[in-house]
């Protein structure tokens, strides 16, 4: 498969076809894992909070649409990779092709947003492992504070944060989902056998609790599928670059995940109806099963912390590349290549490759110590990023899940309209050959809703934002 990856502003390299597409080792069905173990994570737990401030009918639509919009971004994104040479897909260099003087403000936004997100992980975690210690009958001074326990899931997701391929960590995304699995057996089993009379209130099934309510849910609903930040590293490590398959990852990861939310979320919310809390593990009383679901939490968040450093990671490799090359679209396109070619384990011989690989190595190990060192000392120091979170997640999240994939589809498609920029785009993509002057119907569908995806990110943006500034003003 051969792609045009040049800027669209600028020539290519000299030497900019000594550089080869990358081609990936892994599967469909790791990349399904992964980014379904990133969009599962511990917001399940507040979807029957989420669904009482909307009731029943409002609450499943709007988990249905949030699920959508968040496909919709994926798939977009999918098509967006095939205009990078195969193996190179990343916001970074899909912005240096449509909008270049804004590279580095998309890749900090992504990597500000990732950290925080695995910081709230292990903050999670120094909340939660005490609570599971003392069922057990560990009350040592030590045991029941929270430092010795981000300390300890410190040793465990550090290690896991220097691997390199997503797929590497398709083993732990497993143990997480089937940690997942158990959290929904446990709610459902509870809705059938656990008798809630006295700690129940009203169900409403068509009535919003209020307008502000239902504004407040929206950004659980809207989150709760953020996974973007790994697709591309995802479709970079898959051999096949097809539509078909990007259906496939679409529908496999999204869509579970959907169901997931709804069947917690119905199912808590008519447990406990109108009484429910932000937490619907912390409803039920004292049981070993409770305390089981408790654990499978911690493992939850404990494995879901590796796939937020590693868009992290790139993201700051990015910026990294963008200083060393003084912000020249030429250099920075061939120097983040060939970057990437040493990620993949494809390196060739170059004259000037011995610098990169040797540069490559040093920022792998230098920026993930800064990363993991920073979490450790963040989630020590704060107690709550709730303010932090809110803000970063309706900004970083909506730009990722949203905004950018909406703007670049949008771009390339009136790029190759006009300029036919990639020969090979239409029968990659599509499966079938068309002339350069044919602008298909599917194009024109493809970029409305590449616009309708832009404006309604730009929409959650402003509503979620300005609920967080009356909220957290």
């Given at each position: 498969m051969s792609h045009s990856y040049h800027s669209l502003d600028a020539p290519p390299p000299a030497d900019a076809e000594s550089i080869p597409p990358i081609r990936g080792k892994s599967t469909d069905g790791a990349a399904i894992i992964n980014l379904l173990n990133t969009i599962v994570g511990a917001g399940i737990l507040a979807m029957p909070f989420a669904i009482k401030q909307n009731g029943i009918v409002l609450g499943v639509a709007t988990i249905s649409f949030s699920a959508l919009a968040a496909g919709m971004g994926l798939y977009l994104q999918g098509l967006c990779s095939l205009f990078v040479r195969d193996g190179h897909a990343s916001f970074f260099q899909l912005s240096q092709k449509t909008y270049p003087s804004l590279s580095v403000i998309f890749d900090l936004a992504i990597a500000?947003?990732?950290?925080?997100?695995?910081?709230?992980?292990?903050?999670?975690?120094?909340?939660?492992?005490?609570?599971?210690?003392?069922?057990?009958?560990?009350?040592?001074?030590?045991?029941?504070?929270?430092?010795?326990?981000?300390?300890?899931?410190?040793?465990?997701?550090?290690?896991?944060?220097?691997?390199?391929?997503?797929?590497?960590?398709?083993?732990?995304?497993?143990?997480?989902?089937?940690?997942?699995?158990?959290?929904?057996?446990?709610?459902?089993?509870?809705?059938?056998?656990?008798?809630?009379?006295?700690?129940?209130?009203?169900?409403?099934?068509?009535?919003?609790?209020?307008?502000?309510?239902?504004?407040?849910?929206?950004?659980?609903?809207?989150?709760?599928?953020?996974?973007?930040?790994?697709?591309?590293?995802?479709?970079?490590?898959?051999?096949?670059?097809?539509?078909?398959?990007?259906?496939?990852?679409?529908?496999?990861?999204?869509?579970?995940?959907?169901?997931?939310?709804?069947?917690?979320?119905?199912?808590?919310?008519?447990?406990?109806?109108?009484?429910?809390?932000?937490?619907?593990?912390?409803?039920?009383?004292?049981?070993?099963?409770?305390?089981?679901?408790?654990?499978?939490?911690?493992?939850?968040?404990?494995?879901?912390?590796?796939?937020?450093?590693?868009?992290?990671?790139?993201?700051?490799?990015?910026?990294?590349?963008?200083?060393?090359?003084?912000?020249?679209?030429?250099?920075?396109?061939?120097?983040?290549?060939?970057?990437?070619?040493?990620?993949?384990?494809?390196?060739?011989?170059?004259?000037?490759?011995?610098?990169?690989?040797?540069?490559?190595?040093?920022?792998?190990?230098?920026?993930?110590?800064?990363?993991?060192a920073l979490s450790l000392i963040t989630a020590l120091k704060v107690h709550s990023l709730e303010v932090m979170l809110a803000f970063v997640g309706s900004t970083g999240s909506t730009s990722i899940s949203f905004i950018l994939p909406g703007l670049f589809t949008y771009k390339l498609l009136t790029l190759q309209r006009d300029q036919f920029i990639n020969p090979s785009f239409h029968e990659n993509f599509y499966g079938v050959k068309t002339l350069d002057s044919q602008f298909s119907i599917r194009d024109q569908i493809l970029r409305a809703a590449a616009i309708f995806l832009f404006f309604w990110g730009l929409l959650v943006l402003v509503v979620c934002l300005g609920i967080n500034i009356v909220t957290f003003g």
């Open positions: 500000i947003k990732c950290f925080g997100v695995g910081v709230s992980y292990l903050i999670i975690l120094g909340d939660l492992m005490p609570q599971i210690a003392n069922s057990f009958g560990i009350t040592h001074s030590v045991a029941a504070t929270r430092s010795f326990w981000i300390l300890i899931s410190f040793f465990i997701v550090g290690p896991l944060s220097f691997l390199k391929h997503l797929d590497s960590l398709k083993y732990t995304s497993v143990i997480a989902l089937v940690a997942v699995g158990y959290l929904v057996v446990i709610v459902i089993y509870q809705f059938f056998f656990f008798d809630s009379s006295e700690h129940k209130g009203n169900v409403n099934i068509v009535q919003p609790q209020s307008l502000a309510a239902v504004l407040k849910a929206l950004p659980v609903f809207i989150f709760a599928f953020t996974c973007h930040q790994n697709m591309f590293s995802s479709l970079n490590e898959i051999p096949v670059k097809k539509e078909a398959n990007f259906r496939k990852i679409v529908t496999f990861s999204i869509g579970p995940a959907a169901i997931v939310y709804i069947m917690v979320g119905l199912a808590g919310y008519l447990t406990f109806g109108d009484k429910v809390g932000g937490n619907i593990i912390a409803m039920y009383p004292y049981s070993i099963k409770i305390v089981i679901g408790q654990i499978a939490i911690a493992i939850l968040v404990l494995f879901s912390y590796p796939l937020q450093c590693h868009p992290c990671r790139a993201s700051i490799r990015n910026i990294i590349n963008w200083i060393k090359t003084r912000n020249s679209i030429e250099n920075i396109n061939e120097y983040a290549e060939l970057e990437e070619e040493v990620e993949q384990g494809e390196v060739h011989s170059h004259d000037h490759d011995s610098e990169i690989i040797h540069d490559h190595h040093s920022h792998h190990l230098l920026i993930t110590s800064v990363i993991v």
